[in-house]
């Protein structure tokens, strides 16, 4: 039974509501982001989806600080993305250029999903397999960040891509994830 994401849903959305709480929220992810920033590679102007966003998409928004790329965050949650379009407004980032983040409610396993250079697919987005088919559908090259469960939590999250060559990987401190992967989906080859 999966009850740890659904409590986080609920905390995102209330706190969503207060800007010092999400600044408060965020601030355990700012050196995380940044080394999966690196890991990736990002660039400024690369356009970046977050898929799994929640009513505080702090990592899509210090995506766009940190790098300057042009983030486009997802959820599937009405709700959620309610709550994260006003927060984005609140801190002035709403919009499609570079730095900026445009909030949508899309499900990332199934909904058609812009062209992208990099996705950074949260904890609690799954179904993961199907989400990563979904990203490879599109005619770009992608790199394809992934956080995973600690040991012991696989039953709450889902457990790591099954047959997927792993090419770098990130450790952090956080209660419910200790590691970002990082997949890369190459050019499809034109004949």
Known sequence: MRLIAPCVARLERWSARWPLLFHLYALPY????????RLAGVVPGERLLHVGCGALPFTAVLAARLSGARVTAVDRSAAAVAGAQAVVAHLGMAGAGPG??????????ADPLPEIDVALIALQACPRGPILANIRRQRAPARVLFR?????????YGGPLVGESVAGSCRHRMPTFDRTELFLHPAPVNL
Do not use: T
């Open 30 to 37: 700012r050196r995380l982001v940044a080394r999966e920033l």
């Open 100 to 109: 900026r983040v445009r909030v949508v409610c899309a499900d990332a396993a």
């Open 148 to 156: 995973l469960p600690r040991p012991g939590l696989e039953g709450q």
